[in-house]
């Protein structure tokens, strides 16, 4: 059976489970809820409670690739993240926060490069995975 997370038996089965005496070992005694802010009360202090809520399907699903780019010598990765089925546009996020500007400058050449290889897969599906330009 579930439980209306907005109704007084929610907040009287939270408050029995013992998570207040958790979160706040120090106020003993008895506490109350204030059904029109709907707030736990513990010697006329007020206490919020925060619910988390997460949707059992996922809003978007993404494709992640790894890529890199190589400058002055050095190979800076990134992620190329494609959302599926949305429309949401690519993105790319590096590995690490010290990538030099010219290599972050290189977003939308990334992109570009993405976009054209996947067009080049699809005209011939027994290219290599790998591609360079």
């Not at 513990?42 to 890529?67: A, C, T």
């Not at 067009?119 to 011939?124: K, S």
Request: proline letters at 3%; one cysteine or more; glycine letters at 4%.
């Amino acid at each position: 059976m579930s439980i209306d997370k907005t109704s007084k038996e929610y907040y009287l089965e939270v408050l029995n489970s013992g998570m207040f005496s958790k979160l706040y070992p120090t106020l003993t005694g008895d506490w109350e809820i204030d059904e029109v802010k709907w707030k736990f009360i513990h010697q006329n202090q007020l206490f919020d409670v925060m619910k988390i809520n997460i949707d059992r399907e996922p809003s978007i699903k993404e494709v992640w690739y790894e890529g890199s780019v190589t400058y002055k010598g050095l190979e800076h990765k990134f992620w190329l993240i494609e959302p599926q089925d949305c429309d949401y546009e690519l993105e790319v996020r590096w590995f690490f926060k010290s990538v030099p500007m010219e290599v972050r400058r290189q977003y939308v050449e990334i992109i570009e490069t993405f976009k054209k290889i996947n067009h080049d897969r699809r005209q011939n599906k027994n290219g290599s995975n790998v591609q360079s330009y």
